[in-house]
């Protein structure tokens, strides 16, 4: 059986709100329904508060399952009322253990982990039920036992005290003990089964009263209810309770045991409201006979009557209360009501009063805006024209470009034609000229992008063999896969198919994929194109692929935005071309597309539409003479590239090698490393420098740095602009390191800005050279920054031994020779020193000390050691009182003769000499 009481509250009520678990399962049904009774009574006075009610109906293992159930359901408090001690000891002690208190009703458990017991003392109840018996019958007499459930406690306690009262009266004597389980049918059964051994009886005592009640309908069925007395205990008010049997003399007296269901909701109430209770609290019990029956009677009908109008009243009150709750929320919704409508109607108000302001500055604003329009149509005009007029200068300043172009390109071709040119002027001249294309072919993209961005390039297309025209477009670049050794292969799948296409747009496409193609593909590598065909789709497609560095996943989604320039080392370019390649195809109604992986290589493809694509209006028919396309003498036609597309588009991949001249003199006093990614610059940089300096060279910022740790070189000239790294950070990291920091560093770049120069200084940039630059003047940058270092040389090596030295150019120069000065010096007794002892000490290789050593003070190390050993030993010298070997110990030498022998070689005097000649001079 379940069920959930929640008693009525009101909005405001505030008391706390509680959950409480109520797990019965022992006692009859009026039991039960006495319990309830008594805690709603309770309850009453605690409104809000949820009763969740169980019962197991005399089955232990259902009440534990309910229990738990009751734990998992957060209440605050489980009240229990235990069928059997055992099998409910174990739950109890997990609720206590969890933090729930628990109150025990009626009877206990077998352990003491409970927080309150409320119930009778029922050994003391069976004691009193025999004394009360043995003084209402003088005689002697024999008893008929009838006892409850077997094995619970209040069964057992009620037996020891009962039998040991009735033991003090030898007159007495228990003749029969039966079972009847709390319960009449029980009890009945049990009679009925020793039906004949009940007479001679003279009393009946039953441990409850409808056990006393199923004895007395045996006896009665037997005739035999006149001759025995029948005690209960329990004395339950209402019909069939023990109160009634005694007034209709159906029971001698019954005992009134409370069910203590109100005393268990009261405790539960202190102890969740950490009020002041008691853990035990035993409940009175009452003799109910004849004496006092009729009292009692009337007692528990007046209580019943005066709980029924407690209800009355409770209930009506609890319908006043909704009354007033609905009423009251009523008067809110109307204030509310009220000042809603009082809110409304001022914004309104001041609602129509702005739109009257509103419309007038909106009046103002339209006519103001019209003034505008006006004038922005007027400016757009202006515009129009100023664009135009724009284009048409930049047209022309392109131009004017292109003609100072012609007239270094032409005299070039002509200078180079010549057989008799020197060696080492034909490769500055093929230099020029390589920069002079690549000027143009800038200029031809710039061109290009911008007749593009206004709309301007119109195709002018016809119908065209698709794979002769890439094939004569690929042959300009067999000569440069046979200087790169590059297996370059053309496939074509579709025969003689013939596709509408602009020549002179399309070979710009393709000359920009295969001269990309070539340049980020290394010696022995691969470069592919196929030409197939999607029927499916309509499409004849062009791929180029390649094996080259490839691009990251990052790339390939940004390859063709414009401006946009990937990462990859060594190789840099406008980010001009591939977003050309991209417009110029979708005016084809073609599209193109990259697939790439790092290191991996690349592969493009062209999609261009089969059959004739819908023109606009301004672009030429399909039959107009189209330029660039020359007629063989079969009548078919021929694409022949153009010198000048050759020469733009393979100009960046054809490299170009530096030869140094011969030298005589192979030995030089400084060493330069040069890090610039632009192959040509630093080709030329190495080939000026070459004869004066040791050459060094890197392409980007990490092997620049490294090589400045493994060579130490003089002088290191770097551009800003590199891949990954720049030169700015190159420098910050070169000047803050202990092996490099001395290093003097020129800086190279483009960038002229006042804020770039002014940042290179502040990271202590020796020289900041803007490109493009005077060879002459760089140059003697360089021997103004070599010379210095010299003179810093000079100053530390002056006078030795010397102090600590504190002019030098960097902090970190000044730590490094402070620091090797005081390793020296704090050595010259030690015999065992050694260079490696102040690798050690200060954390850098045996070379770069050398280096490093040599470039500061132009000292060898041992050198160094040695001279100060020695200007140390002269100044011991002075001292009388020490001897000659003393001093030589003391400056780290074991042998004296060895000492003298040094001594004398550096100062052409022995140490006698030299302290005789000291002395003299006093």
């Not at 002027?425 to 593009?452: G, P, S, T």
């Not at 192959?679 to 300096?693: A, E, I, M, S, V």
């Not at 690798?839 to 050593?853: D, N, P, T």
Request: with cysteine.
């Amino acid at each position: 059986m379940v069920f959930c009481l929640l008693t009525a509250c009101s909005g405001s009520d505030r008391e706390q709100k509680f959950r409480i678990g109520f797990a019965q399962c022992t006692g009859t049904e009026n039991w039960k329904r006495a319990t309830r009774e008594g805690m709603q009574r309770e309850l009453s006075l605690h409104p809000g508060t949820e009763l969740i009610y169980r019962s197991a109906n005399d089955n232990s293992e259902l009440q534990v399952k309910q229990i738990k159930e009751l734990l998992n359901d957060n209440i605050d408090i489980l009240l229990v009322s235990p069928n059997e001690a055992a099998p409910l000891t174990s739950v109890v002690k997990e609720a206590y253990n969890r933090g729930i208190p628990v109150v025990v009703i009626d009877r206990k458990t077998n352990s003491d982990l409970y927080t309150a017991f409320i119930g009778i003392n029922n050994y003391e109840l069976g004691k009193q039920a025999g004394e009360y018996v043995a003084h209402v019958l003088h005689d002697s007499a024999s008893i008929i036992e009838v006892m409850g459930l077997q094995g619970s406690t209040p069964t057992s306690d009620r037996q020891r005290g009962f039998e040991e009262s009735i033991a003090r009266y030898p007159h007495m004597r228990i003749k029969q003990r039966l079972y009847g389980a709390w319960l009449q049918d029980k009890s009945t059964a049990a009679f009925l089964g020793i039906k004949e051994k009940l007479s001679p009886t003279d009393v009946v005592c039953a441990q409850n009263d409808p056990m006393a009640v199923g004895a007395y309908e045996v006896y009665k069925s037997l005739g035999m209810e006149k001759s025995v007395k029948f005690f209960g205990i329990d004395g339950l008010p209402g019909p069939d309770g023990g109160i009634q049997l005694v007034g209709d003399k159906i029971l001698q007296a019954t005992f009134l045991t409370p069910t203590g269901g109100e005393e268990a909701i009261a405790t539960a109430f202190n102890i969740l409201e950490k009020q002041p209770f008691h853990k035990e609290n035993i409940l009175p019990t009452v003799v109910i006979d004849s004496t006092n029956v009729r009292i009692m009677k009337l007692q528990t009908d007046r209580l019943n009557a005066q709980t029924s109008d407690i209800e009355k009243q409770y209930n009506l009150l609890q319908e006043q209360r909704r009354i007033y709750h609905n009423q009251r929320n009523l008067l809110y919704i109307a204030i509310t009501a009220l000042v809603a409508a009082l809110v409304l109607g001022s914004i309104v108000f001041f609602a129509l009063r702005k739109n009257r302001i509103i419309n007038r500055q909106l009046a103002g604003q339209n006519e103001e805006i019209l003034t505008q329009r006006n004038q922005l149509i007027e400016m757009t005009a202006k515009a129009n024209e100023a664009t135009d007029a724009k284009f048409n200068f930049f047209t022309n300043i392109s131009h004017e470009l292109r003609t100072p172009l012609t007239l270094i390109l032409g005299p070039l071709e002509d200078s180079l034609a010549s057989p008799k040119l020197h060696f080492t002027i034909r490769h500055n001249l093929e230099l020029v000229q390589k920069n002079a294309l690549r000027l143009l072919r800038l200029i031809n993209q710039l061109m290009d992008f911008r007749k593009i961005e206004l709309n301007k390039m119109k195709l002018v297309i016809s119908e065209n063999p698709i794979s002769e025209f890439v094939l004569e477009i690929a042959n300009a670049f067999q000569e440069v896969a046979h200087r790169k050794s590059i297996s370059f292969n053309i496939t074509s799948k579709v025969g003689d198919l013939r596709v509408w296409f602009d020549v002179n747009i399309l070979d710009k496409v393709l000359f920009n994929l295969l001269s990309n193609a070539f340049k980020f593909t290394s010696e022995n590598g691969t470069i592919n194109v196929l030409i197939d065909k999607d029927a499916a789709a309509g499409r004849v497609l062009v791929m180029i692929q390649d094996t080259g560095v490839g691009m990251t996943p990052d790339e390939v989604d940004h390859a063709f935005e414009l401006f946009y320039q990937g990462h990859t080392k060594g190789f840099k370019g406008t980010g001009l071309g591939l977003s050309l390649a991209k417009e110029m195809i979708h005016l084809h109604q073609g599209s193109i597309t990259v697939e790439s992986a790092k290191w991996k290589g690349s592969t493009f493809t062209l999609s261009l539409p089969l059959g004739q694509p819908r023109l606009s209006e301004d672009e030429p028919a399909a039959n107009s003479e189209i330029p660039g396309i020359a007629e063989t003498a079969a009548g078919k036609p021929s694409f022949i590239p153009t010198y000048e597309d050759i020469k733009v588009y393979t100009s960046d991949i054809q490299p170009i090698s530096f030869q140094d001249e011969a030298v005589v003199n192979s030995h030089k006093d400084y060493s330069v490393l040069i890090i610039e990614d632009n192959d040509d610059l630093r080709g030329f940089l190495k080939k000026r420098l070459g004869c004066q300096y040791e050459m060094h060279e890197a392409a980007d910022a990490v092997r620049g740095i490294a090589m400045a740790y493994d060579l130490v070189p003089d002088l290191i000239i770097s551009d800003i602009i590199l891949p990954g790294d720049d030169g700015l950070h190159l420098m910050e990291v070169l000047k803050q390191d202990l092996r490099t920091s001395h290093i003097p560093i020129i800086l190279l770049t483009a960038k002229g800005a006042m804020e770039d120069q002014i940042k290179g200084i502040k990271l202590k940039a020796d020289a900041f050279i803007v490109k493009p630059f005077n060879l002459e003047y760089l140059e003697e940058t360089i021997k103004n920054l070599l010379n210095n270092r010299s003179v810093l040389r000079e100053h530390y090596t002056s006078e030795l031994p010397t102090e600590s030295r504190t002019n030098a150019s960097t902090k970190v120069t000044r730590k490094f020779i402070n620091e090797f000065i005081a390793i020296v010096e704090n050595n010259i007794p030690n015999e065992d020193f050694s260079v490696e002892d102040i690798c050690r000490e200060i954390g850098i290789s045996r070379v770069q000390l050398y280096r490093k050593v040599k470039a500061l003070i132009g000292y060898n190390v041992n050198d160094y050691i040695s001279t100060v050993r020695l200007q140390k030993a002269k100044y011991l010298l002075a001292d009388p009182q020490l001897t000659i070997a003393d001093v030589a110990f003391k400056v780290g030498y074991s042998s004296q003769a060895y000492f003298s022998t040094v001594f004398k070689s550096k100062f052409n005097l022995t140490p006698t000499e030299y302290r005789e000649k000291k002395k003299g001079r006093r």
